[in-house]
């Protein structure tokens, strides 16, 4: 492979000759030979973007070459547009703070400048990667205000995508209105509720968990750009910031802001904790519905089965006719997955000291590949699997007619100690509630018909004595 030799701080190493990142990069990569996995997408949009948004902001103060700062800018908009993505190499575990990845942005973009202006790659000297790139920046404002950007910027998608299963959870709902079943508590038979105002509580749950996650992410629009390396602003101006943002909320057209004390959001990721914290929440409502629908649909002659779930796929290779509950199994799965995320970011956000966070590439990784996975797996349960479930309306008839926990009904009517020995009388003699309260003696059949009644029981109702 032919090569450029290129020089660091450290001495003299060689590049790939086409490659559009340098020498820090490289030493990156020879550094970090650990999982394979790169920068995610959303994070190196939203540093290109910043990189863009201060060329921009240095060229309109005068402390840019106009000419420089609009070739920087144009290769911003290459690689915004999808260009040089292949050139953004290093492993996401790498130095703490997000050096190497501050530094692959600035070579590749101070290299395509060049290029543009006329510059050999890795020369450096119309456009260098931190004197121009880099200008009045630091790593630990820019990965900051990058891990923030990045969530915001696909956060819209998974808000949708949960609300929009939580619209069809709604609209189940509202089609099972009428249909009465038997309710379940400690996987033991309870008193009577509709089917729909089951998928209601499912509906609210995953509505009020995506109401909740976007609360928290209004403080991740508190950005620390200008803090450059300790939060003082030393290099940058206040001027310049100022219009750096300017241009961020121009170009995503978020409501950003500068952070009201910078030296808190430079410290700190508790704000991207909180936010993390709320993904974990949506995780586990989910995670409740799909864990309940697969309980609901077990069978089909065996389980459950008040549910039937669409057939999308054969369930055994080896049992035939077998369908399982697949998408619930996917949705779990994720849900899982978010949840150890984390544990991740939590660990990472309690573990900076003094004035930064050295786990900022492990938090804003399992971020965004918690809200990837978190966005496409709520999307594919409700194309696959809630809008197309149905009742299995035999089934549920046959458990509320046999359901001991209606004689609750009783209890205000004969007492609790009464309505318990024709519980228990049905249960051990096989019988109905209505032939074990008669053959009791502790209510009349016109009685026993008026007060045990499912369909008054999904109500509030008190049963008053004749």
Partial sequence: ?????????????????????????????????????????????????????????????????????????????EIL?????????????????????????NEVLANRAAELLGEAKGTYKRVHPNDHVN????????????????????LPDLLASANALAGALDAKAKEFARVLKTGRTHLQDAVPLTLGQGFSGYAANVRHATEELNHASSCLHELNLGATAVGTGLNAGDDVTQESITNLVRATGLALKPARNRFRVTQSMGDVLTFSGGLRRLAVEVDKVASDLRLLSSGPRAGIAEIQLPAVQPGSSIMPGKVNPTQCEALTMIAVQVMANDVAVGFGGASGYLEMNVYKPLMIFNITHSITIMTDGCTNFRKFLVEGTKPN??????????????????????????????????????????????????VTEEEFDRVVDPAKMVKPYVAAAK
């Avoid at 190499?89 to 942005?105: E, F, K, L, P």
């Avoid at 200008?135 to 696909?154: E, H």
């Fill in 135 to 154: 200008m009045g920046q630091s790593t630990n404002d820019v990965f900051p205000t990058a891990t923030r950007l990045s969530i915001l910027l696909v």
């Fill in 81 to 105: 547009a999808g260009k040089l993505r292949d050139q953004f190499i290093v492993d996401v575990y790498q130095a703490g703070a997000g050096t190497s990845h501050n530094m692959n942005t």
């Fill in 1 to 77: 492979m032919a090569t450029r030799l290129e020089r660091d701080p450290l001495g003299e190493l060689q590049v790939p000759a086409d490659a559009y990142y340098g020498v820090q990069t490289q030493r990156a990569v020879e550094n970090f030979p650990i999982s394979g996995l790169k920068a995610p997408a959303p994070l190196v949009t939203a540093t290109v973007l910043i990189k863009q948004a201060c060329a921009r902001a240095n060229a309109s103060f005068e402390r840019l070459d106009p000419a420089v700062a609009g070739a920087i800018v144009q290769a911003a908009d």
């Fill in 393 to 442: 309306l035999k089934k549920i008839n046959e458990y509320v007619e046999r359901s001991l926990m209606l004689v609750t009904a009783l209890a205000p009517v004969i007492g609790y100690d009464k309505a318990s020995k024709i519980a228990h009388y049905a249960m051990d003699n096989d019988l109905t509630l209505k032939v074990a309260a008669l053959k009791l003696g502790f």
